[in-house]
């Protein structure tokens, strides 16, 4: 979908085609980033592959769902499994839901440089709708994103 590609633009200073060489990301990727002085913020980039995701919700469900403060969760628009993304998307709701206290969400609505341009807000108004659905009342905000602007 497109994680770590935006992981490393916005924490590793990378320019957009410099992420065309990444690989996908196996299991958990755990980096720590400094800022603002003495803040540390924990970052788990989790491998969007079935069997990764599957593992997530059923052996690791308590340890990467506990005291989670913020989620954000990259839906990639090009994706030919939504169904699929969304069932998943529903279970990290559901899993910070038991494991959190007030965990924020940040969903990406991501790629969106693919779509034509005067279809792009009814893409996104509709992946947001659908979220809003799921999240119910968490607090959650959705953007509109790609690498490439």
């Given at each position: 979908a497109g994680k770590t590609s935006m992981?490393?633009?916005?924490?590793?200073?990378?320019?957009?085609?410099?992420?065309?060489?990444?690989?996908?990301?196996?299991?958990?990727?755990?980096?720590?980033?400094?800022?603002?002085?003495?803040?540390?913020?924990?970052?788990?980039?989790?491998?969007?592959?079935?069997?990764?995701?599957?593992?997530?919700?059923?052996?690791?469900?308590?340890?990467?769902?506990?005291?989670?403060?913020?989620?954000?969760?990259?839906?990639?628009?090009?994706?030919?499994?939504?169904?699929?993304?969304?069932?998943?998307?529903?279970?990290?709701?559901?899993a910070l839901r038991s494991n959190s206290e007030n965990p924020k969400i940040f969903c990406l609505v991501h790629k969106m440089d693919v779509v034509p341009e005067d279809k792009r807000e009814e893409v996104f108004s509709k992946q947001r709708d659908v979220v809003s659905e799921i999240v119910g009342d968490l607090e959650t905000m959705c953007y509109p994103t790609s690498i490439w602007d």
């Open positions: 992981r490393s633009i916005i924490f590793a200073n990378y320019i957009a085609r410099e992420t065309t060489r990444l690989g996908y990301t196996q299991d958990v990727e755990h980096s720590h980033v400094r800022f603002l002085g003495n803040l540390v913020l924990n970052l788990w980039d989790c491998g969007g592959q079935e069997a990764y995701m599957e593992s997530y919700f059923e052996s690791q469900r308590d340890h990467i769902f506990r005291n989670v403060a913020v989620l954000i969760y990259v839906f990639d628009v090009e994706s030919q499994q939504m169904a699929k993304d969304l069932q998943y998307f529903t279970l990290c709701v559901e």
